[in-house]
C-alpha cells in the first residue's frame, strides 16, 4: 500500500488509504481520478449534490465546507486531504489540520485568497510583481500614484476567470470602479504592456523535494483561459530559467506542500513580473494529462501521500483548448452538441469532459488535448480543432 505522510495513522492490510478532497469541481474529478489509480480511495466534500469530483469518488459528504459535523466526518474517515480550489475557507483548512495531515496548509491557501497579502508575499520572496497600490478606504484611494493609471481595479478577495476585474484610465474612472465593486478591500496594478502570459507548476514534498514542469505560454480571452501551448513557443532560455527560478522561490518560501501554479506576465521590455498563484492544480497545467510522463494530479496526490516526486518529463509537444459551455449551443442560442467525432477523427486528440451536466456560457465543461511530436504539428491540428469547434484560430 502507498505511504502516506509522515505521522499520518498506521494503515493495516484491512482497508486502503484514502485520500479526502475538500470541492467537487473538476480539479476535483481529475485529481480523485488520479488517486485512484494509485490505490487509493477518495471522500469529496462538496454542498453540490450533483459535483464532478462527488460522482466518481468512493464517498461523496454533502456538507458545507464549514459544517462542523461534515468537517469531522471527512477527518474520521481520512488518512490525509487537499483542497481543490483557492476560495475554500481557510478556517476549514485549520480545523482539519488538527486532526489530520493537510495539504497545502491553511496558512499557503490564505495568502492566495488576498492579492494584498499575495502580492507582499511575492516582494518577501524577492521576486517582482507589477507595480500596485492597496486600497481598503478613501485615503488609500486618494493617495493612489498617477503613475499606476492606467490599470486594472481588482477586488483584493474571490476573484477568478476576470470576474471582479474592473480596467481604469482615471482617478475619475478608478474611483467609480472602486464604487461599483462595493468599496470592498482592492489592488489596483498598472496596466503593462505584455508580450506574452506565462506560467509555471511546481510541486513540492513535505520533505522539501521540489520539481517542475516546463514553462506554459497562454492565451487569455475574457480573462478565461484559453490555450496552453508547451513547449512556450515564444520564450527565450533565460526568460524560461527566471521564471522557473522564481515559481521555486515562491514555493519555498511558502514552505508549500502540493502543487501550486505561478502566472507571470512576460512583458515587451523583456522584464519578467508575476501576476498571481493557485494552490493547486491548474488549468494551464491539464496538458500534463497526455504531454507528460507524470500529470499535475497524479504529483498532487504523491505530495499529499508523501510518495517520491519525480521530476517530470514532457514526451509531447503539446497544445490545450479550454472548453467553455458557449460551444453546446448554435448561433440561434438553440442546443448542440459540439462534433466531437470530426475533432477526435484528427491525430494525436485526447478529449477530457468533466461530467457537468448543464452547459453555460463561460462554464468550463473540458479540455482538449493535442500532442504531436513537433511544436509545428500539435500548434497545426489544435488550428484544425478550433476551426471545427467554432473556436478562434488566432493563436
Known amino acids: 500500500m502507498p505511504a502516506l505522510l509522515p505521522g499520518a495513522a498506521t494503515l493495516g492490510e484491512s482497508r486502503q488509504a484514502t485520500l479526502g478532497v475538500l470541492g467537487g469541481g473538476q480539479l476535483g474529478r481529475m485529481f480523485v481520478h488520479a488517486a485512484q489509480a494509485l490505490g487509493y480511495r477518495c471522500i469529496v466534500l462538496d454542498p453540490d449534490a450533483v459535483s464532478p469530483a462527488g460522482a466518481v469518488a468512493e464517498k461523496h459528504i454533502k456538507a458545507d465546507y464549514l459544517d462542523s459535523f461534515g468537517l469531522a466526518q471527512l477527518a474520521r474517515d481520512c488518512d490525509a486531504i487537499t483542497t481543490e480550489f483557492e476560495n475554500v475557507p481557510a478556517l476549514a483548512l485549520e480545523t482539519l489540520a488538527g486532526m489530520r495531515i493537510v495539504a497545502p496548509a491553511a496558512a499557503a491557501v490564505a495568502v492566495c485568497q488576498d492579492r494584498a497579502i499575495e502580492k507582499a508575499h511575492f ?11 492597496v486600497i481598503t478606504n478613501e485615503i488609500e484611494l486618494a493617495a493612489v500614484d498617477p503613475a499606476l493609471l492606467p490599470g486594472i481595479l481588482k477586488t483584493s478577495r474571490m476573484g477568478y476567470d476576470g470576474k471582479g476585474q474592473v480596467r481604469v484610465a482615471t482617478a475619475a474612472e478608478l474611483a467609480q470602479a472602486w464604487e461599483g465593486l462595493k468599496r470592498v478591500p482592492c489592488v489596483l496594478e498598472q496596466l503593462l504592456p505584455l508580450k506574452a502570459e506565462l506560467s509555471v507548476l511546481v510541486a513540492r514534498g513535505a520533505d522539501g523535494q521540489i520539481v517542475n514542469f516546463p514553462v506554459q505560454q497562454n492565451l487569455h480571452r475574457g480573462g478565461i483561459l484559453a490555450v496552453t501551448e508547451v513547449p512556450a513557443p515564444d520564450v527565450p532560455v533565460e526568460v524560461d530559467r527566471l521564471a522557473v527560478a522564481a515559481a521555486r522561490q515562491v514555493a519555498q518560501a511558502l514552505n508549500y506542500v502540493g502543487v501550486l501554479c505561478i502566472e507571470f506576465f512576460w512583458l515587451d521590455d523583456g522584464r519578467l513580473v508575476v501576476n498571481e498563484m493557485a494552490p493547486r492544480p491548474h488549468n494551464s497545467g491539464h496538458w500534463t494529462m497526455n504531454g507528460a510522463d507524470v500529470s499535475q494530479f497524479e504529483l498532487q496526490v504523491r505530495a499529499l501521500a508523501g510518495l517520491p516526486l519525480p521530476e517530470p518529463r514532457q514526451h509531447s509537444a503539446s497544445v490545450m483548448l479550454n472548453l467553455l459551455g458557449d460551444l453546446w449551443f448554435n448561433e440561434d442560442g438553440g442546443p448542440t452538441p459540439p462534433a466531437w467525432d470530426r ?53
Do not use: W
Open 123 to 133: 516582494e518577501s520572496a524577492g521576486v517582482p510583481c507589477a507595480p500596485h497600490a
Open 343 to 395: 475533432v477526435l477523427a484528427l491525430p494525436g486528440t485526447h478529449l477530457h469532459l468533466y461530467g457537468k451536466a448543464d452547459a453555460r456560457h463561460g462554464r468550463k465543461m473540458g479540455h482538449l488535448n493535442i500532442t504531436a511530436e513537433t511544436p509545428e504539428t500539435a500548434h497545426a491540428v489544435a488550428v484544425q480543432a478550433a476551426s471545427i469547434l467554432g473556436l478562434p484560430t488566432d493563436f
